[in-house]
């Protein structure tokens, strides 16, 4: 089967401007999962969608994050306007949702590397 | 607060020699506990988990963890690194929602170095 897909893979932008990130997940799978990993940590969850609905979006700056996911099916994450805190590498998974997600096998994109100058 | 936690930053071993990288949960229920590795330039993969089945899990790659719930830990093993072993890998909890859904906590992640 296919993987999960993201695009782009590289982004730079100035601060203040902004940016998208798109995320097609494997065909089939209800969870998508939205993370940011920055340079020497684990992966941070920003949102967590179940079809397209909200599961949670604790971690989501709202101030300059939006992600949406449409027709529960493909998602993408905006960020407007970025900071230079922003840069990271993007990452989206998806999983098949079972249990309420509580066994779920997360299957990750290659992620999109976000620098902010 | 469910949380988890990675003992070391680095661990450093000399190829064909064991493998212990650490990982401490805390739970007020009993858990799902995963470990996935990230290689140089890869994506993140799935290497095992655990969801209250038998307590000593195996994995890919001759990798295995055994869940203690008295030690609230979930270490990873492995009885002979070889150099493709090196990589990122991280610890994660399921962690429950009120909404009775289940989000994912990664640990920071310990890095593996292995030497000739």
């Known amino acids: 089967e296919a993987g999960v897909a993201q695009s782009p893979r590289y982004k730079i932008i100035e601060k203040r401007q902004s940016v998208a990130f798109w995320c097609n997940p494997i065909?089939?799978?209800?969870?998508l999962y939205w993370y940011q990993q920055i340079l020497g940590q684990g992966p941070k969850l920003l949102i967590q969608?179940?079809?397209?609905?909200?599961?949670?979006d604790s971690q989501l700056p709202k101030d300059r994050f939006s992600a949406e996911r449409l027709k529960g099916v493909d998602s993408t994450l905006k960020i407007q306007p970025a900071k230079l805190e922003d840069s990271a590498v993007y990452l989206c998974?998806?999983?098949?949702?079972?249990?309420?997600?509580?066994?779920?096998?997360?299957?990750f994109g290659p992620g999109t590397r976000l620098t902010v100058l | 607060a469910q949380s988890v936690t990675q003992l070391d930053s680095h661990v450093s071993v000399s190829e064909g020699t064991p493998v212990l990288l650490r990982c401490n949960y805390s739970s007020s229920y009993s858990p799902s506990l995963f470990w996935y590795v990230q290689h140089p330039n890869k994506g993140l993969q799935l290497l095992l988990k655990?969801?209250?089945?038998?307590?000593l899990v195996k994995g890919i790659n001759g990798f295995e963890a055994e869940f203690k719930k008295s030690e609230t830990s979930f270490h990873l093993t492995k009885p002979s690194a070889h150099m493709s072993d090196a990589a990122e890998y991280f610890c994660v909890v399921s962690v429950s929602t009120s909404g009775g859904s289940y989000i994912p906590t990664f640990g920071r992640g310990t890095s593996l170095i292995v030497h000739p």
């Open positions: 998974a998806s999983g098949r949702g079972l249990a309420g997600g509580r066994a779920d096998t997360q299957y």
């Open positions: 655990y969801t209250s089945a038998a307590t």
């Open positions: 065909s089939g799978h209800a969870t």
């Open positions: 969608f179940q079809n397209n609905g909200v599961v949670d």
